[in-house]
């Protein structure tokens, strides 16, 4: 918690954020390679956790790397970098330090291009068009988070149903959470199944198993198309 501070290679500064143990709020100062600001943002106090992939920032300064001013005070046109300065990969217009109007920008990564509407900072409509020629829809957010088919609850529901407490860990008393990492993949199937945090081997092993039986999920998905996505889910042994 409190601030962090990054730098480049060449030593210069990189950033500077605030940090809660949920997130990060306030001022963030990030910077060119060559040591000049590239762009204060400022979080809000409340951090969300609905959507880890969301832009709630506001812009308050954009320059360039010669110091030249795109948006002051939360006003302007914004001309944003790829994580590497290497290229601008997003721009467009910046009022009261929300994204408005018709953005455009580019993902070398997944060799797409795309054009977003927003109205206040809200994402309203965006079309991705891809090497191949193949465009997708998409609203809210550029990138969602792959998720249980009916939500928090309904995977509860599951595990409750499904999970076989062990025989030594209840003679034992043996309980707490053991967290998971996986791969949700494109078509929403769940493989590659690791024990992230460990409690017991008999409670290691029935956690995995339950998450290995799991339905299909919906898949995460990055400007409406379907990506692999590495994910973690706490699985809570109790006790009755």
């Not at 956790?49 to 010669?66: K, M, R, V, W």
């Not at 199944?193 to 008999?202: D, E, W």
């Not at 995460?220 to 198309?225: A, L, P, S, V, Y």
Request: a positive charge; aromatic letters at 12%; glycine letters at 10%.
């Amino acid at each position: 918690m409190g601030q962090y501070t990054s730098f480049f290679e060449n030593g210069n500064r990189e950033s500077l954020y605030q940090y809660t143990d949920k997130g990060r709020v306030g001022n963030g100062f990030e910077f060119y390679p060559n040591g000049k600001l590239y762009r204060l943002i400022k979080y809000p106090d409340s951090v969300k956790t609905d959507n880890h992939f969301a832009n709630d920032y506001l812009i308050i300064t954009n320059l360039d790397s010669l110091g030249t001013s795109q948006v002051a005070e939360g006003q302007g046109y914004y001309r944003g970098f790829n994580n590497k300065f290497a290229y601008i990969d997003e721009e467009g217009p910046v009022r009261d330090g929300r994204r408005n109007g018709t953005w455009k920008g580019i993902d070398k990564n997944m060799k797409l291009t795309f054009t977003e509407t927003y109205k206040d900072g809200a994402l309203i409509s965006g079309t991705a068009i891809d090497s191949a020629g193949l465009s997708s829809a998409y609203a809210g957010s550029r990138m969602t988070s792959p998720k249980f088919d009916g939500g928090t609850k309904a995977f509860g529901s599951y595990l409750g149903k499904n999970i076989i407490y062990p025989d030594i860990e209840r003679k034992n008393e043996i309980y707490r959470i053991v967290v998971l990492q996986f791969v949700v993949e494109k078509d929403g199937r769940i493989t590659d199944v690791r024990v992230q945090k460990s409690v017991s081997p008999g409670l290691d092993k029935e956690a995995t198993r339950v998450i290995k039986r799991s339905p299909l999920w919906i898949p995460g998905t990055r400007f409406g198309k379907p990506v692999r996505v590495t994910y973690a889910v706490p699985v809570n042994f109790v006790l009755q």
